[in-house]
């Protein structure tokens, strides 16, 4: 149970940091 | 024919090709000539994607060579660890020349940020290369080797070595399972994205542009730099599950045809000039068609790494 919390939360905050980077490579590109 | 011969064969390409690109990039800076900065782009761009086949045949030939009773592990230990800082950078390099090269396709406009960028992580892999080049000689050329005269090498801190990075993942139970997930997530990333340009390609979708397709690719390179990063977790961690897989080998083959097809969907003329309403040329199809293919097999071949190979 909490081997799968650590899990989720490591996927999570490492998508959110994906996430804004192609946030960050799109706004450059529609600058 | 073994794993070893191929990496022989392969094993030159990083730091050569670097050297290569590295004076190509430094000639396009004088002459100011797009061009010339495009092929640059495109020399370092497929460098670090030959250094894929040419790293991971370096792990296959280490696990030939761990029952060699020849060979001093210390040596290879040491090719190793600097073979991955090299590959850390090759990689980097590679993706800020292809984010620099699908920019250049949109705006017809050379971003000097990021070709300054590449020109100086391109140098640093380049020295970093060149000092795992330098070390993999000494592995059977230990008359090369200064610290041989002592019998000791230098080597780096355990947290910085492949096996102190393998450890280091194994300790720790939850690191797996999450980079399982992320690879996941980034194998959709490219794939959704791959597979939506490359259709575009093939002729679906006429009633849209493949540049707006093309817009989508960043999200597709993110995923590959995911899968990169998790991939590399895998190999790093566990490197006997891989080095003799023959499901592996292949998984490789393919993402080098795959990462080929994702260069000529970013910047080649063909697919660019595709307008709405139009069907692309034969030989863009066709490269629409590899791609798929090339990408399905790298998924296919990923996954049957315990069942052709001897993965888990």
Sequence with gaps: MQLAAIVTVIVIITSVIVYALGVAIDRDTEA | ?312
């Design chain 2, 1 to 312: 024919m073994t794993m070893t011969h191929i990496h022989l064969l392969l094993n030159h390409i990083p730091t050569i090709g670097t050297a290569l690109a590295l004076g190509l990039l430094v000639i396009s800076f004088f002459r100011r000539n797009d061009d010339l900065r495009r092929v640059s782009l495109e020399v370092v761009y497929v460098i670090a994607l030959m250094t894929f086949p040419a790293y991971l045949s370096g792990v296959s030939a280490q696990q030939i060579l761990i029952e060699h009773p020849d060979i001093n592990q210390v040596f290879v230990d040491a090719h190793q660890d600097a073979a991955l800082w090299s590959f850390l950078f090759m990689q980097i390099s590679g993706a800020a020349a292809w984010l620099a090269l699908w920019k250049y396709r949109r705006t017809a406009r050379m971003s000097q940020a990021l070709m300054a960028t590449v020109l100086l992580l391109s140098t640093l892999a380049f020295a970093v290369s060149a000092r795992a080049a330098n070390l993999g000689g000494e592995i059977r050329h230990t008359e090369i080797a200064a610290e041989a005269a002592t019998g000791e090498l230098a080597t780096d801190p355990a947290w910085i070595t492949a096996k102190g990075l393998g450890r280091a993942i194994t300790d720790r139970v939850y690191v797996w399972p999450a980079s399982e997930a992320l690879h996941f997530i980034g194998l959709f990333l490219i794939f959704g994205v791959v597979l939506l340009v490359n259709l575009r390609m093939l002729g679906f979708m006429q009633s849209i542009a493949f540049s707006a397709f093309h817009r989508l690719l960043p999200w597709a390179a993110l995923g590959l730099a995911v899968n990169t990063i998790t991939g590399m977790i895998f190999v790093t961690a566990t490197p006997d599950q891989y080095g003799q897989n023959i499901s592996f080998l292949w998984k490789i083959v393919f993402l080098v045809v795959a990462g080929l097809s994702l260069l000529y969907a970013t910047v080649f003329e063909g697919p660019w000039h595709v307008e709405a309403g139009k069907s692309a040329p034969l030989r863009v199809k066709i490269a629409g068609a590899t791609a798929i293919l090339s990408w399905g097999l790298v998924m296919y071949f990923g996954r049957m790494l315990p069942f052709l190979g001897n993965a888990f």
